[in-house]
């Protein structure tokens, strides 16, 4: 059996020095215990975390970095960018720049991540002759990187409300909702494995009119089901012009909001809203980076917290993928917000980072160092310039993914000292896959 030794670990009930984890051949942990190290045993110095999940991806969006960021604009101006580079993906290009940005993931300690899928099929928007054939690029990308992927095959059907899909969004669309379940229950079935879970997903109330909703809530019963939610005022502002009511209010009339559910962004929320996603069990999925990339503003996430949401974090477009980093944003954002610090304790910032994250994409068993959790673990270096002289309790706070000395995915290690074990470099592979888009 294999064991790694841990300098200092963060069990589910703190921080703890000295730790001996045991893992069976299958990657699943089957001790814990304070122990001296065994001859055969791996080190990990430093401090050890679970594995990070990343709950909402868009691969692609990758390819728009350090391309976005140098005029003036809003997210509806970003958006036509990033339409742009939609239409040149096919499931071969997908493939190798999903499998270079899992891996830059892999690197800074994410071992899961959810992947919000709604390139599905060709520019003109005809099906491919396997109609899942992207969302089938994704899950073969992630597990040539090293990590678990939770598939979240959304539903697209129109172009903002009561608009159709034009351009580039024909290819997000499946013509209506039962061809939408049709393919993604076919996907559930075949494209399910031991490191891919698959889940659902409304695109947002602009994409998926308010008829739609309840059989999209209905899809794939007892997997993950993700939804954008006012990220944008002009998504309020439509949504109450349509139906009166909130996207929030909207979604919970329709049976979206759930304890299966989780609302990314929910950014421009009222108290209301606040009240029906705590209500309803419904877990907030927050992209600190994205969210102050795009201008998109400052959500209450301590108030969602509080009221029963449980959070979560995702790097969505990928202008930063550091998972610490967001952690950090999240906490930062509420003084920024509040004019208070610590709205949120390291051990808060570390659940949304790892079991809170995990049980969002339905890996509930997940993001703990604890038998009958799968082995993943993150290695994070105490002695580096941005970690030196800091409080082992406190590394959250400070380090970032630069400091990942080690990451281990089903008790394997799959990233050591910024090198991936399989594919090497991954800067150069990144910067072949984005060149070759934009050429």
Not at 114 to 141: I, K, S, T, V
Not at 327 to 336: D, I, K, N, T, Y
């Amino acid at each position: 059996m294999l064991s790694y030794w841990c300098e200092n670990a963060w069990l589910p009930d703190g921080l703890t020095d000295g730790v001996l984890v045991t893992v069976s051949a299958d990657g699943v942990i089957t001790a814990v215990d304070r122990a001296r190290p065994r001859p055969d045993s791996q080190r990990l110095a430093g401090v050890v975390l679970p594995g990070f999940a990343n709950a909402h991806s868009h691969a692609f969006h990758r390819a728009l970095r350090g391309r976005t960021h140098d005029g003036s604009g809003t997210f509806w101006t970003w958006r036509d960018t990033m339409y742009r580079l939609a239409e040149r993906l096919d499931p071969d290009s997908y493939y190798r720049l999903a499998r270079a940005v899992y891996a830059e993931m892999v690197l800074a300690g994410v071992s899961c991540v959810g992947e919000f899928h709604y390139l599905h099929h060709a520019p003109d928007g005809r099906r491919y002759a396997e109609p899942n054939a992207m969302g089938r690029a994704l899950r073969q990308a992630a597990a040539d990187a090293g990590l678990r992927l939770t598939l979240l095959d959304t539903c697209y059907l129109t172009g903002g409300v009561d608009k159709p899909l034009e351009g580039v969004q024909r290819r997000f669309g499946d013509g209506g909702v039962w061809s939408w379940r049709e393919r993604v229950e076919e996907l559930a079935v075949s494209g399910t494995d031991a490191t891919t879970r698959v889940g659902a997903a409304v695109h947002s109330v602009r994409a998926v009119p308010a008829s739609a909703l309840p059989d999209v809530a209905t899809a794939l019963p007892g997997c993950p089901l993700h939804v954008h939610v006012s990220e944008q005022p002009a998504e309020n502002t439509a949504c109450r012009a349509a139906y009166g009511r909130s996207p929030v209010e909207l979604l919970h009339a329709t049976g979206v909001l759930s304890p299966r559910t989780t609302a990314v962004h929910a950014t421009h929320v009222s108290d209301g809203d606040v009240a029906l996603l705590g209500e309803s069990g419904t877990a907030v999925c927050c992209c600190p980076s994205t969210e102050a990339d795009l201008a998109d503003g400052l959500g209450p996430a301590r108030e969602l917290a509080d009221a029963g949401s449980r959070l979560c974090l995702g790097s969505d477009q990928h202008a930063v993928v550091d998972p610490l980093a967001e952690a950090r944003a999240l906490e930062h954002g509420e003084r920024l917000r509040s004019g208070r610090r610590g709205r949120f304790t390291p051990g808060e910032l570390l659940a949304a980072l790892t079991v809170d994250g995990h049980a969002a994409l339905g890996w509930p068993e997940a993001g703990r160092i604890a038998p009958g959790a799968p082995c993943d673990l993150v290695a994070v270096r105490d002695d580096t310039p941005r970690t030196a002289g800091a409080a082992p309790e406190q590394i959250p706070l400070v380090a970032s993914a630069v400091d990942v000395a080690t990451v281990v995915v089903g008790g394997r290690v799959v990233a050591t000292e910024g090198k991936h074990t399989t594919l090497g470099d991954v800067g150069a592979l990144l910067a072949r896959e984005i060149g070759t888009l934009w050429a």
